[in-house]
């Protein structure tokens, strides 16, 4: 059973630029969370999107922002890209209206910003 | 607010040696505890996970328990190895519905085992 697949691995912008961030869950998985990762703050909750609604938020400017497709493919989009956006974003799936199942974590898009 | 916090590092151990990462938590409600393991260049990986008090999460010879008296979930190994050195995050989620909910990550605590 293949993984979660995030594209691309690696992505270098600059100040000012948009990115959009793509992930593919688990064929089955409906439920697809993102996550923020750097040295300073750790691991921070962005979205999870289920059934192409955002049904949970972290605490990010709305310049973060997501979408989920019926296939329950997602993407998430950051505008106007500040040097603190460099992160390892993250990905996870999960079945939804199952209790207590765990998040499958893709490797990750690492995004430099110049 | 809920919050989970884990011992700093990093931790170095000689191979055999025995393995105590300390993770305690806040929460609100009755929450699932997971540790997850990321390796260079990777994502995360489940490692083992309790969804109520007293259970034993267990793989890989890493064995944690969810403790609710004292709000803890200590990771244990009894023998490590070289290919165990990763980062280890402990973590809690607080389930809803049918969403698993956001993860809540400890800092993560390096591990580096030397032979």
């Known amino acids: 059973k293949a993984g979660v697949t995030q594209t691309p691995r690696y992505l270098i912008k600059t100040r000012g630029q948009q990115v959009t961030l793509s992930c593919s869950p688990i064929s089955g998985h409906r439920s697809v969370s993102w996550y923020q990762q750097t040295p300073g703050q750790g691991l921070q909750f962005l979205f999870e999107y289920f059934s192409e609604t955002q049904r949970n938020k972290g605490n990010f400017p709305g310049r973060f922002s997501g979408r989920q497709f019926s296939n329950s493919r997602s993407e998430m989009n950051v505008s106007t890209l500040e040097l603190g956006d460099s992160a390892l974003y993250l990905c996870?799936?999960?079945?939804w209206g199952e209790g207590n199942q765990p998040q499958h974590f893709g490797d990750g898009t690492r995004l430099s910003i110049l | 607010g809920n919050s989970v916090t884990q011992m700093e590092g990093p931790v170095t151990l000689s191979e055999e040696a025995f393995l105590t990462i300390n993770c305690t938590y806040t929460?609100?409600?009755?929450?699932?505890l997971f540790w997850y393991v990321q390796y260079p260049g990777e994502g995360l990986q489940l490692l083992l996970k309790?969804?109520?008090?007293?259970d034993k999460g267990s793989n890989k010879g890493f064995e944690a328990t969810y403790r609710k008296e004292t709000t803890s979930f200590h990771l244990e190994k009894g023998s490590v190895q070289v290919s165990d050195s990763a980062v280890y995050f402990c973590a809690l989620t607080l389930n809803y519905g049918g969403s698993q909910g956001n993860l809540i990550f400890g800092k993560g605590t390096k591990l580096s085992v030397k032979p």
């Open positions: 929460a609100t409600g009755y929450p699932s």
């Open positions: 309790a969804t109520k008090a007293d």
């Open positions: 996870a799936s999960s079945p």
